[in-house]
């Protein structure tokens, strides 16, 4: 049975919190292109759920963590007769379903082996009001081919999970792919960097610090709700984009690919279809903090012990074709734009105005071919497990 919910979020207990970010959203004149933050919706070309392979790769990468901390939540809450499983930044297309397929049938076939029936599982998915749920509710069909018995039900929660979204101690399981890397606003005092959309290796350390500052506050207040809406002995899984550049942390290098959308960016204004004022007042709110930074974060916060803490190379490229050909080279910048703009889109749309999209995304594959050959990636997939104390 499938049932959708549109109802938004519980707001008890969380005043404090809900106030502060009230406030950042008034504050939000300043760079109100953030409102508009959601993946490309749809099933077109330059949509997301066309344009979302690297995410369905990462999820094969966390599969063995899903399981293992699936098996472990069960043993320890003695098997319950209805588990409640969220997504948060699900997005749309299919992939939210790839992941909580792994997370029902690894419940499923525990169940069987203890002979006994399988449990009921609510499966809630999260993202913003603006996230196209109809294309992710189009793929429930797919997500029942791919679980095995069971009683499943699906609903949509949306709503900023900067605030609380669940009732107190509801939830047994959390699953968050390439979501909480995006901040809640863009950090005061990055006035310094002109026509660069993010930290670069001119950048000033103070930009550094707010942007730091900025993940701490929110990834600090993601915990806090979170921890209220699980379970003692809960699990969470997070994978977001880090970074490996501990030494150095304003060194991003020169393919990263907000480095890219800053250089694509520079182009149009050289070519008199941007004014660089307009490039240099549009920041992104992301932050891709080191393990180190991740780990003092939940260790201060104290609600959650780490199970496990690791890190894989990250890369964006589509295609294991060889990048020595010009051929090849182009049509991997191809996909990585592609990749890009499925994600930022909506942002850049909101700032710039649609008629430079094209234009900004042939740029950005060009600069994609230049830097092909680059080995040296400063980016990583960062994957935390997590026990509610």
């Given at each position: 049975m499938i049932v959708t919910n549109a109802n938004p979020s519980s707001r008890c207990c969380c005043k404090n919190y809900d106030e502060e970010y009230s406030e950042d959203e008034r504050r939000t004149t300043k760079y109100p292109f953030v409102g508009a933050l959601c993946m490309s919706g749809g099933d077109v070309d330059n949509s997301y759920s066309?344009?979302?392979?690297?995410?369905?790769?990462v999820l094969s990468m966390t599969k063995p963590i899903l399981v293992k901390n699936t098996m472990e939540m069960l043993a320890k809450l003695d098997y319950p007769k209805c588990i409640k499983i969220a997504d948060l930044g699900c997005s749309s297309g299919q992939n939210t379903f790839m992941a909580m397929s792994e997370i029902v049938n690894t419940i499923n076939a525990l169940s069987q082996e203890r002979k006994q029936n399988s449990p009921e599982i609510e499966c809630c998915l999260n993202d913003l009001h603006s996230n196209d749920f109809n294309t992710t509710f189009k793929f429930i069909t797919f997500f029942k081919k791919l679980t095995s018995g069971g009683s499943?039900?699906?609903?949509?929660?949306?709503?900023?999970?900067?605030?609380?979204?669940?009732p107190r101690n509801s939830l047994h399981f959390i699953n968050s792919i390439y979501s909480i890397h995006f901040l809640s606003k863009v950090p005061d005092g990055l006035e310094k960097n002109?026509?660069?959309?993010?930290?670069?290796?001119?950048?000033?350390?103070?930009?550094?610090?707010?942007?730091?500052?900025?993940?701490?506050?929110?990834?600090?207040?993601?915990?806090?709700?979170?921890?209220?809406?699980?379970?003692?002995?809960?699990?969470?899984?997070?994978?977001?984009?880090g970074r490996d550049t501990v030494d150095d942390p304003l060194y991003r290098d020169?393919?990263?690919?907000?480095?890219?959308?800053?250089?694509?960016?520079?182009?149009?204004?050289f070519e008199g279809l941007l004014s660089e004022s307009k490039v240099s007042s549009f920041k992104m709110p992301f932050y891709d903090p080191s393990k180190e930074e991740v780990k003092e974060i939940i260790r201060k916060e104290g609600s959650f012990q780490i199970n496990d803490l690791e890190t894989y190379e990250f890369d964006l490229g589509h295609s294991n074709e060889d990048r020595s050909l010009p051929s090849h080279r182009a049509k991997a910048g191809q996909k990585e734009a592609n990749c890009i703009r499925a994600v930022t889109e909506?942002?850049?749309?909101?700032?710039?105005?649609?008629?430079?999209?094209?234009?900004?995304?042939?740029?950005?594959?060009?600069?994609?071919?230049?830097?092909?050959?680059c080995r040296v990636k400063t980016s990583l997939t960062l994957i935390v497990s997590l026990t509610r104390r």
């Open positions: 066309t344009n979302s392979l690297l995410q369905k790769r499943c039900f699906v609903s949509g929660v949306p709503g900023s999970f900067y605030s609380r979204l669940f002109k026509m660069s959309v993010y930290i670069t290796s001119s950048s000033p350390l103070s930009e550094y610090k707010a942007y730091l500052h900025q993940f701490q506050r929110d990834f600090t207040t993601f915990l806090r709700m979170r921890s209220e809406e699980m379970v003692s002995y809960g699990r969470m899984v997070l994978t977001l984009i020169c393919c990263h690919f907000w480095t890219l959308l800053s250089d694509s960016l520079r182009d149009l204004v909506t942002m850049l749309v909101a700032h710039f105005g649609d008629a430079i999209i094209d234009a900004l995304f042939r740029k950005y594959a060009h600069h994609v071919s230049l830097h092909a050959s």
